[in-house]
């Protein structure tokens, strides 16, 4: 199974970004699939999941911000980023939660 994460960058406060991730090798709409994210210094915390019913959850910080979404013709799970703050700089991660499989990282800088 591999998670191949893009879309990370450098963006403004109240920005947007879009991550992307794509999974190859696995059975890929069984999978609930969720956006982590790690922090210089700080624990990885879960900031959005969706399952295979299209359930999502999202952690408080992020509600009415981000928007988690998946295209399973496409294997892929999306992170819609909106109004970004500089908290939210930090290293995101896709996981397949089904597998227990991470992407590599994407990195997203939120600065002036």
């Known amino acids: 199974v591999q998670l191949q994460a893009s879309g990370g960058g450098l963006v403004q406060p109240g920005g947007s970004l879009r991550l992307s991730c794509a999974a190859s090798?696995?059975?890929?709409?069984?999978?609930?699939m969720g956006w982590f994210r790690q922090a210089p210094g700080k624990q990885r915390e879960l900031v959005a999941s969706?399952?295979?019913?299209?359930?999502?959850n999202y952690r408080d910080s992020v509600k009415g911000r981000f928007t988690i979404s998946r295209d399973n013709a496409k294997n892929t799970v999306y992170l819609q980023m909106n109004s970004l703050k500089p908290e939210d700089t930090a290293v995101y991660y896709c996981?397949?939660?089904?597998?227990?499989?991470w992407g590599q990282g994407t990195l997203v800088t939120v600065s002036s």
């Open positions: 969706i399952n295979s019913g299209l359930i999502t």
């Open positions: 996981k397949d939660m089904r597998l227990g499989y």
């Open positions: 090798g696995s059975i890929f709409s069984l999978s609930a």
